[in-house]
Structure formats: structure tokens, C-alpha cells
């Protein structure tokens, strides 16, 4: 059921920098300061990318990384379970598996660059028999396809690497951090107490997310950002840029009346697609390189 560790780009993992300054007692001012520093920091585009996504918000730093990836941890082991006894979990020997894990081989090496927390995730590819268009990757790099996306857009290696490419870019860029910190900390009026003196209430909201994890809703942003991430990881691992247009006009042609899942999440569209044109000439040096290496 695991994808081999191995997968993961060489090199040695340094600690993510959660924002965990300390204030003494009497000096409220530095606790403050220490917020505003937290809040106007943001971790850079890796120097050789080619889309322009800009900066991640500095907000996920008030959610320990650790304990959001436990928690999709367990809860994608207990998903894999329940599907495993209802019988839908597709064997490591079925063909669509190793065509899954095949691609994920090509986009994992890339991934590291976009966030080097990723050399030390524990990478694992499944495929759930579903009817639903779906697919995901949870924080820490759990990733599940569902027949139903491969099988009713009768997606080619190409378009399926755009779609393994665009949720592995979700985790990557940590939207899902991201958000829960938002509507978390929105919740508790920004609390610096609990934000700056040790996380503790937001750590608990990390660490007892449960399925709250693959309901929650990315913004328009979030979702331009893993488009163009998971173009340029798709493009380095020699998978057709073009690909990703043709992706998102088959789900257009699949509408709303598809069902639950995907498409309910990830929304099409002109926009989406035009978008995606604008930024083909950026990466397809990127995909020719690939192809002749």
C-alpha cells in the first residue's frame, strides 16, 4: 500500500520553521511584535520555478505542520481500512495502481523544491473503486485516486499527472494549514496567548481535524496556485503541458451532473483554462528537457 520511501528527493531534511516565539512575563510588547513579524513573513517561491505563484501566507506557521500531517496520517489510514473491508480498495497488482504509482515516481523527485518537508513525507498512492470523480492529497503526502476520475474522463498518463501534480501542489503549497489556521484563528479573535505561547488551542485544532480535512473549501487562489504548481511538476517529469488544458475542458464537459467529489471542489471553467494557456509557454522548455534527459 506505501509508495517507496526512496521516491523522495535526496538530501538532507531541515526543520519547517513553525513561529513559536516566547514572551517573558511584563513584556506584552514583544509578544506582538513577535505576531506581526510571524504574520508579515512568508516563505519564498522556490528560486527556479517558472509559474509565478508568489509567497505562501506566513498564517499557516500558526498551525504546527507536524500535527496536521498526523492527523491526515491517521485519517487516511483509517479511510484506506474501510475501504480495504468493503472491498474497494484497489490490490498494489491491479494496472491502474502501478500506473498511479508510476507517475507519482516521475512527480515526487520534483516535489522537495516547493517545500522541503516533503524529502521526509511518507509518499503512498491508492486507488478506491468509486464511481465519484475524485482524488486528493492529504498533508504529509497521502495521496487517492477514485476509478470513477479515471475511468468516466478517460484520462490519459498526460491529464492524469495534471490532476496527481495539482493535489500534490495543495499539500505542498499547505493550503490546508493554511485554511485551518484562518478559520481558526478568525474564530478566536486571533488570540495571541494561544497563538504565540506555545500554539496550543490551534494545535488542537490541527491534531483533531478528522474527515474535516477533505472538506475543506480552497479559495480561488489556492486553486489558481495548484494549477500552475502541479503544470510546472507535471512539465519537469516529462508529462505534456497541453495536458493540463485538455484536463480541465474534459471536466468542463463532465458539468455539475457528475456527482459529488472533484468537481464540486475544483470548479471549471474558461478562466481556469485561459489561465492555464498563459502559462504553457513558461513551462514547456521545462517538459522538452525532460523528454530529451
Known amino acids: 500500500m506505501c509508495l517507496i520511501c526512496d521516491l523522495k528527493a535526496r538530501g538532507d531534511a ?18 506582538r511584535r513577535g505576531f506581526l513579524l ?10 527556479l520555478a517558472q ?17 496536521l500531517e498526523s ?16 472491498g474497494a480498495l484497489a490490490p498494489a497488482g491491479d494496472p491502474q495502481v502501478q500506473r498511479l504509482r508510476n507517475i507519482a515516481r516521475r512527480l515526487i523527485p520534483h516535489a522537495a523544491p516547493w517545500n522541503d518537508r516533503a524529502r521526509r ?7 478506491i473503486r468509486s464511481n465519484q470523480i475524485n482524488a486528493f ?12 476520475i479515471l475511468e468516466k474522463l478517460q484520462l490519459n498518463d498526460d491529464e492524469a499527472a495534471m490532476i496527481m501534480g495539482h493535489e500534490m501542489a495543495h499539500a505542498l503549497r499547505e493550503h490546508a494549514r493554511e485554511r485551518v489556521a484562518k478559520t481558526n484563528a478568525t474564530g478566536m479573535g486571533l488570540s495571541i496567548a494561544a497563538q504565540l505561547l506555545g500554539l496550543g488551542q490551534l494545535g488542537d485544532v490541527a491534531a483533531n481535524l478528522g474527515t474535516q ?8 487562489d489556492d486553486e489558481t496556485e495548484a494549477d500552475l504548481v502541479g503544470l510546472e511538476l507535471a512539465a519537469r517529469s516529462a508529462y ?12 468542463a464537459a463532465a458539468g455539475g451532473g457528475a456527482g459529488p467529489g472533484f468537481l464540486s471542489t475544483h470548479p471549471s471553467g474558461p478562466n481556469r483554462i485561459r489561465e492555464l494557456e498563459a502559462n504553457l509557454p513558461k513551462v514547456q522548455h521545462l517538459y522538452e528537457q525532460a523528454r530529451r534527459g
Request: one cysteine or more.
Open 14 to 31: 531541515t526543520a519547517s520553521a513553525t513561529v513559536e516565539p516566547v514572551a517573558r512575563p511584563g513584556h506584552v510588547w514583544n509578544a
Open 38 to 47: 510571524a504574520a508579515g513573513a512568508a516563505a519564498a517561491t522556490p528560486v
Open 51 to 67: 509559474v509565478d505563484v508568489g509567497q505562501s501566507s506566513a498564517l499557516r506557521n500558526l498551525v504546527p505542520a507536524e500535527q
Open 71 to 86: 492527523a491526515a496520517n491517521q485519517q487516511y489510514g483509517q479511510m484506506m481500512a474501510e475501504a480495504k473491508a468493503k
Open 121 to 127: 513525507w511518507q509518499w503512498e498512492v491508492n486507488l
Open 137 to 148: 492529497c492529504m498533508p504529509g503526502g497521502k495521496i487517492a485516486f477514485y476509478t470513477g
Open 213 to 220: 480535512l477533505l472538506s475543506l473549501k480552497y479559495s480561488r
Open 240 to 251: 505534456l503541458p497541453r495536458a493540463s488544458v485538455t484536463l480541465w475542458q474534459k471536466m
